[in-house]
């Protein structure tokens, strides 16, 4: 070969280099770019004007909490594929095939090379003294079920996976409308079934210790793991012995900013005591996390493919648009329901969140005015009626409060906040005897009610 027929090889080999790396950079720029657009969406409409419509976007089940569940469903689906698909390949590991294929079909999923046998791993497989043509299949010496757990991170991911789809749906709880097991009912804050927001890991609406746990678990094995593996080659090749799916790049560097907007929208929200804000911003930032948990898979299943892990790519191409297809179908149907439902509602807590932003400024009228705005657009808005109710507390008009409190109760009768309220209300109106029901119906449904158990015991200690 001539020298320049070799420079012209090196200069192409370096062209096609240079693009792999201009695709690569391309593509987790996109991831990240996709990832903070999704986590502003809320905040940007939000500023826009359109709370309403921001409000619809992230209400329970509603497009934001449908679109991460599918993901986490799809997502679920596929890595429970490669764990099935794995066994299945192990298992007919046996009898004449490619050499090269039955050491790929028990060994590192990655590609192994040309390297001399001392220096690829031997705890598996005997490397084949031929490379090419036929030969007998290298002896798998792990017994199956040792092959089954060495694809137990696949599985593992999987059943996480299933367990966000159904938290996130709160186990298809208002989707088949069933109601909240009364233990459920008094255990949970949001009084649904489900188990992230029981009181012992969400005590308070500013402090869910499940979610942060997930939070920072998925900012270290889709975030700094991935980065960590690349820059650190020994633990990226480990990982991969053990079959553990690692990310690309660009998902860790979405992942990190994703984590990191999360905690700067929650501490924006805690600083300006706007919760609503704070958990409109912290349910599309999930969002955004759980799409890229998809997007894991995604790339897991392309490079199981494209390193011949897969024996039937047309059977499984076939499997995973049909899973798509028919998560996507259930989207929209979902979607088209939504899209039906009336205006009311939206409008109402829209008015709700404008009283809330006059409260916070002081302005105690005109977000009185706001409140019975949005308690004349949608009379079963107990947030709203609610919080008319305190004020009206507040400003000893016991009369209305009890109106507010007892409509709140109407809607949700297990609301130990009402109760006290409505108790209040009552014993300032010399009404004992109701306002210690009352009393006692906040501490059933919540026993630590410090303020309903104060309250109870003012009574008692009260003269007859």
Not at 25 to 41: D, E, F, H, M, T
Not at 130 to 153: C, D, I, M, N, Q
Not at 412 to 435: C, D, K, Y
Request: glycine share 6%.
């Amino acid at each position: 070969m001539t020298t320049q027929a070799v420079m012209t090889t090196a200069s192409a080999f370096a062209a096609a280099g240079a693009r792999v790396r201009v695709a690569s950079r391309a593509y987790a720029l996109a991831l990240v770019v996709g990832a903070v657009a999704i986590g502003l969406l809320l905040p940007a409409i939000e500023r826009w004007g359109q709370s309403a419509l921001a409000i619809w976007l992230h209400q329970e089940d509603g497009v934001l909490e449908s679109i991460g569940a599918l993901a986490c469903l799809v997502a679920a689906l596929a890595f429970l594929y490669l764990f099935i698909r794995s066994r299945v390949a192990g298992a007919k590991a046996e009898g004449r095939a490619p050499a090269a294929k039955a050491v790929a079909a028990v060994s590192d999923p990655e590609k192994l090379g040309d390297k001399p046998a001392s220096l690829r791993p031997a705890t598996v497989v005997q490397w084949p003294a031929k490379s090419e043509g036929h030969a007998p299949a290298a002896k798998v010496t792990a017994s199956p079920s040792a092959f089954v757990r060495s694809r137990l991170p696949m599985l593992g991911l999987a059943l996480l996976l299933l367990v966000m789809f159904g938290e996130e749906l709160s186990w298809g709880q208002r989707l088949l409308e069933v109601p909240t097991p009364q233990w459920f009912a008094s255990q949970n804050i949001q009084q649904e079934f489900n188990l992230h927001n029981l009181r012992w890991f969400h005590p308070r609406l500013t402090n869910n210790r499940l979610k942060l746990a997930w939070l920072i678990a998925s900012a270290a094995y889709l975030g700094a793991l991935p980065l960590v593996a690349l820059t650190w080659r020994p633990l990226g090749e480990r990982l991969r012995m053990l079959r553990v799916p690692l990310a690309s790049a660009g998902v860790g560097l979405a992942m990190l900013v994703s984590v990191a907007l999360y905690f700067w929208s929650t501490a924006a929200a805690l600083r300006s005591q706007d919760l609503i804000a704070g958990h409109q911003a912290g349910e599309a930032v999930e969002t955004a996390i759980e799409l890229l948990y998809f997007v894991l898979a995604l790339e897991t299943l392309l490079r199981y493919r494209r390193l011949g892990m897969l024996a039937n790519g047309a059977r499984l191409a076939v499997a995973f648009a049909a899973v798509v297809v028919v998560g996507a179908g259930a989207l929209g149907w979902r979607l088209l329901e939504i899209a039906r439902q009336p205006a009311a509602p939206f409008e109402s807590m829209a008015w709700k969140r404008r009283a809330e932003r006059l409260l916070r400024n002081g302005q105690e009228p005109q977000a009185l005015r706001a409140l019975e705005r949005s308690i004349d657009i949608w009379h079963d808005n107990d947030s709203a009626q609610f919080q008319a109710g305190a004020i009206r507390l507040e400003q000893g008009n016991w009369e209305a409060a009890m109106r507010h409190f007892q409509a709140v109760l109407r809607i949700s009768p297990t609301n130990a906040a009402a109760h006290n309220g409505l108790g209040i209300a009552l014993f300032r109106q010399n009404r004992r005897l109701e306002a210690r029901r009352h009393f006692e119906a906040a501490l059933r449904v919540e026993p630590g009610f410090a303020a309903a158990r104060e309250n109870l015991e003012a009574i008692d200690s009260l003269p007859p």
